[in-house]
């Protein structure tokens, strides 16, 4: 018999993942799937509420331990009376409601059963696992999926206290490493945690595929994504309407579905675009239709990594963004392969953006064509090694 | 390539392993098995009787077919979840069953998990999948008893409490990959190496199915005699280090049982081996633990575990 190999433990926590069907989630599940494939021991810790399965598939050999339980009735009922309590001392309940048993948990599960690495998913799991690792001989790194501006300093996103916001800085003193999606990213946070910051973007999927033989474009403006209010979806329907009776033959898709639906239709409604503007919803494979269109239209306030512009170039589709669109802006450059315009001002430079790529087929053809080479470095072999490297780097 | 590995540890019991070989042989399931034994280094004559029992199955007896056996023996002997690891890399087959020496299946066992396991893995698609049984629990020179295994119930719980199911590999019956995909058995674990495995097994998105029905289909020959009580509760402390996190989810009151039952455990295999002086040490840790509940225990049985 062989002598048994000692894989390296890495466990990877995220705070929700029953039925999660997001972009943090797939990224996560794949993730896991990948390093158990690369040979090392993975185990999923996650704090759902709910019983479930999760929403992407994760190989059979990994381990997936979910660590919610109800928090103790002292905690409960502190929570309960907080809003009579002063400000710091109700912050500290409701922090304390949300994550107390969660740190607690991962504690634990560090303390006892010693993995190497722990690799946190999203601010919510970052900051339990930063301060249960601590003390512990784990080294964390904490993954950051969004521009950090928003994630650290968003009041409107995550934990909505000033307390859960200043935990989430304070805490990455405990990184081993910090991983954020662009190297730029990394400029934000304090000078002191520059050295630990590692980018790493996300990958364009394996499944999109260039269609063979190669469609021919349709007279149609695609936008795909969430149908939320950081995509601003409901803008690029207005600016739409601008235009549409100048170019009666054109057409806008919308694929995605979201809590905005019933808002962008009753827009859609209103200016009398009803057959103009297309929410056909959800499609797994979208390849065919990156194909198939003549402009991509990308209008978010913010991105983390935009997937959905990416895979737009990748398939020779001119992207049309907001310049100050981080996480698109890193990749998307005006007149190389495809087209940014301002924010703000008198006129709407989005209408414009559109008319110009609309009369102009030739700059259409031109942009796409560079679209390809300005993704090349966005592939699921690069995005692996450079895991594996960060991994082996921290854990040695 | 045979439909089944049936993988068989095996230390110094040959009338135990004759035994189990033999209610291999009456299995009323007609598919091709394949038989490990692994000896986990046997005394010399008993690797000689170890052989001969071997010899003996691989030939027709009268109406009863040939096994396909293959023994392996441990130089020296490295303890049971060591053995069991040889074995699982020893898997060749689809579905694989575990025995162990000593223990018997009724002739049925086999026919009734594989017609559940063909519904079941349908029905999960790809989720790892288990088919235990009941059984019975035979004291040596004593009575027996009937175990119902349920569970439809939150198995991790279940198994943590360990009354209505039970982690026994030797109920089992699963594809090869079901086993491979929960990873080596724990060498740190002398004893109840079947409990952590079991909890891996959940924890890796498995299911445990049982067999419809009252009817038990193997035979456990328990006894303490001779396992040590020490070695029995540090196994269990080690299982609750491991699985801490699993039993925070069930709260302070439940952590407090388990630990009250992992020392009467103890206490018991003390008992059952003669040694007073641990049988106080652990019920007095149990009195510390529980001490309502180890009234109620003592009013109801004395200081009898």
Known sequence: MTERKISKHIVLVIRILNGRSGGAERIYCELA??????????????????????????????????LFAKNSKWITRRAAVSK?????????????????????????YFALV???????????????????????????????????????????????????????LRSLDNAAAIHVLFPDFGDWFPRHLHARITAIPNYISPGIQRPDPNPLREKTILAVGRLVEVKNYLQLIRSWSLLANDFPDW?????????????????????????????PGHLVDLSGEYAKASIFCHPALFEGFGLSPAEALFLETPVLIYSDCSGVNEFV???????????????????????????NEELRCSLGANGPASVSGFTLEKYRARWIELIERVSS | MAALDIL??????????????????????????????????????????????????????????????????????????????????????????????????????????????????????CRPTWITCNYDWRWSGGKTRQNHQRTEQDQHRALLMGSNLRAY????????????????????????????????????????????????????????????????????ALIYDKHRVIFNRYGENFKKMRLYNMDMLAARFAQNNEDSRKVRHYLWSAFKNR?????????KRGLSV
Not at chain 1, 87 to 102: G, M, T, V
Not at chain 2, 178 to 194: H, I, N, P, T, W
Not at chain 2, 291 to 299: R, W
Request: proline content about 5%; some cysteine; hydrophobic content about 35%.
């Open chain 1, 33 to 66: 799937n990948f390093l158990e494939e690369s040979g090392y021991r993975v185990t999923c810790l996650h704090f759902d509420s709910q019983a479930g399965e999760p929403f992407y598939h994760l190989n059979s050999r990994i381990e997936r331990i979910n």
């Open chain 1, 84 to 108: 009579y309590l002063p400000n710091r001392l109700r912050e500290q309940a409701i922090w304390d409601k949300e994550n107390k048993f969660f740190v607690r948990q991962l504690r634990d």
């Open chain 1, 114 to 168: 010693k993995p190497d690495i722990a690799i946190s998913i999203l601010p919510p799991a970052n900051t339990p696992c930063l301060l249960a690792a601590k003390g512990t001989a784990v080294k964390v790194i904490p993954c950051n999926h969004n521009v950090p501006e928003q994630d650290y300093n968003n009041p409107n996103r995550w934990g909505k206290t000033s307390l859960d916001r200043q935990l989430r």
């Open chain 1, 251 to 279: 057409k806008v898709k919308i694929f995605g579905i979201g809590p905005q639906l019933k808002e962008m239709k009753a827009e859609i409604g209103r200016l009398g675009l009803n057959g103009r503007v297309d929410l």
């Open chain 1, 333 to 359: 450059t005006d007149g190389l392969n495809g087209l940014a315009v301002e924010r703000g001002g008198p006129d709407d430079n989005l209408a414009n953006g559109l008319r110009r790529l609309i009369t």
């Open chain 2, 8 to 125: 068989i540890p095996h230390y110094n019991d040959p009338k135990g392993l004759l035994l189990s070989l033999r209610s291999i042989r009456g299995q009323t399931w007609a598919g091709e098995k394949r038989i490990v034994v692994v000896d986990d280094g046997s005394a010399e004559d008993i690797q000689s009787e170890v052989k001969a029992i071997i010899e003996d199955h691989r030939s027709s007896d009268g109406d009863e077919p040939a096994l396909h056996c293959e023994v392996v023996f441990n130089k020296i002997n490295k303890g049971r979840p060591f053995t069991r690891n040889v074995l699982l890399d020893s898997i060749e087959s689809r579905y694989v069953s575990w025995l162990d020496a000593g223990d018997e299946w009724y002739p049925k066992k086999l026919a009734a998990q594989f017609e559940l396991l063909e519904v079941t893995e349908a029905a999960y698609n």
């Open chain 2, 169 to 236: 590999l030797w109920t089992l019956l699963g594809s090869a990959e079901s086993f491979k995909c929960v990873g080596y058995f724990d060498e740190r674990l002398a004893r109840m190496q079947d409990l952590d495995y079991f909890i891996r097994f959940i924890s890796h998105g498995g299911i445990i199915r049982n067999i419809e029905g009252s009817h038990t289909f193997c035979v456990y020959h328990k006894s303490d005699v001779g396992r040590n009580a020490d070695e029995i509760r540090a196994c269990n």
């Open chain 2, 291 to 299: 001490p309502l509940a180890f009234m109620k225990h003592v009013s």
